[in-house]
Antibody, heavy 123, light 107 residues
Framework: QEQLVQSGAEVKKSGASVKVPCKAS????????LHWVRQAPGQGLEWMGI????????TYAQKFQGRVSMTRDTSTSTVYMELSSLRSEDTAVYYC????????????????WGQGTLVTVSS | EIVLTQSPGTLSLSPGERATLSCRAS???????LAWYQQKPGQAPRLLIY???SRAIDIPDRFSGSGSGTDFTLTVSRLEPEDFAVYYC?????????FGQGTNLEI
């Protein structure tokens, strides 16, 4: 079945970087954009950016510009989100989510989600 | 960026009752590009509604969405025990694709 599988929890020190993988299976990897959304403990959802798995082209939310990098590996159907210069406010569950695409157009709502990766930033 | 404000913050109802959740945008959401998600504790969000009023695959017809412009509503016609969760709206008409702060639907 279609799924996005993420890695287990990470603990990082302030100032470090984290790279979170998201492996897609059960559908054509290059057919849908993939997004990253995070959720701080007890808080709401925050969109971070998008990657086109076919071209590798990315767009990031302005808040994360300069600190986030999204890449993909088509040979393993995996996208990665790397966040650098971590601070305590970056403690959150990070989700990858698939944007919906039909045969003719793509829209940026999310019809398939990974299970989330908890990143804890400690000082 | 478009700010989405959901109300109420918490809604206390009983199974069998009707739930009405509101999502108001700070500016018009183009083409009614608004979605609703349900999230239960420890789980990822689940897509319920897209394009303001279209139900996602396998979503029961007791869930319905309506609205346009800046005012949108999610209605659950008769609450089942499994419907008690947090609900988020999201606009995807204008980047950044923002979410509301959520409505906690509790028993």
């Amino acid at each position: 079945q279609e799924q996005l599988v993420q890695s287990g929890a990470e603990v990082k020190k302030s100032g470090a970087s984290v790279k979170v993988p998201c492996k897609a299976s059960g559908y054509t990897f290059t057919s849908n954009y993939l997004h990253w959304v995070r959720q701080a403990p007890g808080q709401g959802l925050e969109w971070m950016g998008i990657i086109n798995p076919s071209s590798g082209i990315t767009t990031y939310a302005q808040k994360f510009q300069g600190r986030v990098s999204m890449t993909r590996d088509t040979s393993t159907s995996t996208v990665y989100m790397e966040l650098s210069s971590l601070r305590s406010e970056d403690t959150a569950v990070y989700y990858c989510a698939r944007g919906y695409c039909s045969s003719t157009s793509c829209h940026y709502y999310f019809d398939l989600w990974g299970q989330g990766t908890l990143v804890t930033v400690s000082s | 960026e478009i700010v989405l404000t959901q109300s109420p913050g918490t809604l206390s109802l009983s199974p069998g009752e009707r739930a009405t959740l509101s999502c108001r945008a700070s500016q018009s959401v183009g083409s009614s590009y608004l979605a609703w998600y349900q999230q239960k504790p420890g789980q990822a969000p689940r897509l319920l509604i897209y394009d303001a009023s279209s139900r996602a695959i396998d979503i029961p017809d007791r869930f319905s969405g309506s609205g346009s412009g800046t005012d949108f509503t999610l209605t659950v016609s008769r609450l089942e025990p499994e419907d008690f969760a947090v609900y988020y709206c999201q606009q995807y008409g204008t980047s950044p694709y923002t979410f509301g702060q959520g409505t906690n639907l509790e028993i």
